[in-house]
């Protein structure tokens, strides 16, 4: 059973920057698309970014031109790079792959932007 783990977390001032990882215990990402989401305290969770398996990356609108997705198959391993962070980007963040139908979640680190 494929295990994914979320790291980096940490709680950080209106405009600075922030890098979270996801270990996967498997490479999977020759096969899988991997996404990042995000729930934010009484909000639904959201979709934030993804990397499918040839490469190409996604933004939700929200986030486009300030976060960066990105990979790294040798360490088993995603990453978020998060710049010019708001208040508003304040949540937990999760990453997310499907394999044949099975959802595979990780546990969330917490994000924390102050005003």
């Known amino acids: 059973q494929v295990q994914l783990v979320e790291s980096g977390g940490d709680l950080v001032h209106s405009g600075g920057s922030l890098k979270v990882s996801c270990a996967a215990s498997?490479?999977?990402?020759?096969?899988?698309?991997m996404k990042w989401y995000r729930q934010a305290p009484g909000k639904e969770r959201e979709f934030v970014a993804s990397i499918n398996v040839g490469g190409k990356i996604e933004y939700a609108d929200s986030v486009k031109g300030r976060f960066t997705m990105s990979r790294d198959g040798s360490k088993k391993t995603i990453y978020l790079e998060m710049n010019s962070l708001k208040p508003e980007d304040t949540a937990v963040y999760y990453c997310y792959t499907n394999i044949l139908s099975r959802q595979y979640w990780g546990q969330g680190t917490q994000v924390t932007v102050s005003s």
């Open positions: 498997e490479n999977i990402f020759n096969f899988n698309t």
